[in-house]
């Protein structure tokens, strides 16, 4: 959930290949790009990813698809007006899911804040999508009335092989505000008594990132749901792609140059977690303001110059190179 968020909330506080791409920059320019490889993009060739905005990702591969924290309802809690309201109901918009999302076989959830849990019920209950996360999303997708046999729990350390995608999860950590806290904290380990109501009833339970991998020899996207992680978890990973989230703080310890030396500085590195989630996809993104997007442009630069760095836009379709493909209208 947004660092924003995470202030205004609380009352008391108050994963390696040279794959190089050109894409086009919304809301900051694109930094040089390094040399190009054409070995994993033909590997890839099948392969397109689309920013769901937040941290959410549609990737499909060879007719496959799989999605990552998917919240695409974006509906109002005051958040970006100034007015948050923690009592806000939680509401999906079925039209609006179905437009973004396909025929998953795959949804990776890394916590269950609301702009990363709240359509995941839906998605799983109308399609039969396979649902990866922590104990604490499966006690909540329990609550919602989604099959428990469609949750797979993990942990982090897992490498889990769905018929040649191969999952590998990292125990990861939530960013935290300015004042060290984040909003809505707290575990579950057994279901609600009710399926939860209001935005504030869905806890952080812990948060995960992921790697994944098309087959072998494809491209190999790192998935970031919150902007910190464990740098012993992520060691070694050495993605093609790294989508990183966007911190609103300096909270964490150089969380820029520590994340990108533990993924051994991605091909390619794709700022996520700036956009003002409560504006809708059919906009161009909306920055949140207390995102220093552009100082993380900078650092990202600065700490691995190789790297590509491509400022993602909702109606590009990307391929495996992550040069754009199209535009949807």
Known sequence: ???????????????????????????????????????????????????????????????????????????????????????????????????????????????????????????????????????????????????????????GGEVLDFDGIIVEVAAGLHSRNKKYAYFAPGTLDTPPEAPPRTIAELPEGDTLAFQVTAGSGGLSAFLMGASDFSERAVQGLRPDLAMVAVPSSTATHHYVPRLLRALGGPGVVVPVHWDNFEKPLSEPPHRDPSMDLDGFLAQVHRESPASRIVVPDYRTVYGADLRPRLQTS
């Open 1 to 155: 959930m947004s660092d924003t968020a995470e202030t205004q909330r609380d009352p008391m506080l108050g994963r390696r290949s040279l794959l190089r791409g050109a894409a086009l920059g919304a809301a900051a320019p694109l930094l040089p790009a390094a040399t190009a490889s054409t070995s994993k993009s033909s590997a890839s060739a099948s392969a397109s990813l689309r920013w769901l905005g937040t941290s959410g990702w549609r990737i499909d591969v060879d007719g496959r698809t799989v999605l990552f924290d998917p919240y695409l309802t974006r509906f109002r809690t005051g958040l970006f007006d100034g007015a948050f309201r923690a009592d806000t109901e939680l509401s999906t918009d079925p039209e609006v899911v179905r437009e973004h999302i396909g025929a998953p076989e795959l949804v990776l959830v890394s916590h269950s804040h609301w702009d990363h849990l709240a359509d995941v019920p839906y998605i799983a209950k109308s399609t039969g999508a396979r649902v990866v996360g922590t104990e604490t999303t499966y006690h909540l997708l329990v609550a919602f009335g989604v099959d428990p046999g469609q949750i797979s729990v993990v942990k």
